[in-house]
Nanobody, 124 residues
């Protein structure tokens, strides 16, 4: 069982930056593919970015590509989401997710473990 705890959310002006962190418990973190999803009020949860177990491969939603960067530090059991050039439409609760086994997926159902989320609000 893996427990995920997000941090780093907050209020930022449009054009600003935030870095989210997701700390994972357990000894098998380095074998998990990890991802960030987000859910805006009244909308479905959507994929943002994913990183392979080694950190060697990443995938992004088109809406954030070039602005957001996902990375991980397996020695610290932590995955990060660096968010630059933030826009009001990035406002959402951001969730960290993990999946055992290989492969990176855009689909929510492919992920086994979820954090509680952290709120990101971008003001115009």
């Amino acid at each position: 069982q893996v427990q995920l705890v997000e941090s780093g959310g907050g209020l930022v002006q449009a054009g600003g930056s935030l870095r989210l962190s997701c700390a994972a418990s357990g000894r098998t973190f380095s074998t998990y593919a990890m991802a960030w999803f987000r859910q805006a009020a009244g909308k479905e949860r959507e994929f943002v970015a994913g990183v392979s177990s080694t950190g060697g491969s990443t995938i992004y939603a088109i809406s954030v590509k070039g602005r957001f960067t996902i990375s991980r530090d397996n020695a610290k059991n932590t995955v990060y989401l660096q968010m630059n050039s933030l826009k009001p439409e990035d406002t959402a609760i951001y969730y960290c997710a993990g999946r055992s086994g290989g492969g990176l997926y855009y689909t929510r159902s492919r992920y086994d473990y979820w954090g509680q989320g952290t709120q990101v609000t971008v003001s115009s």
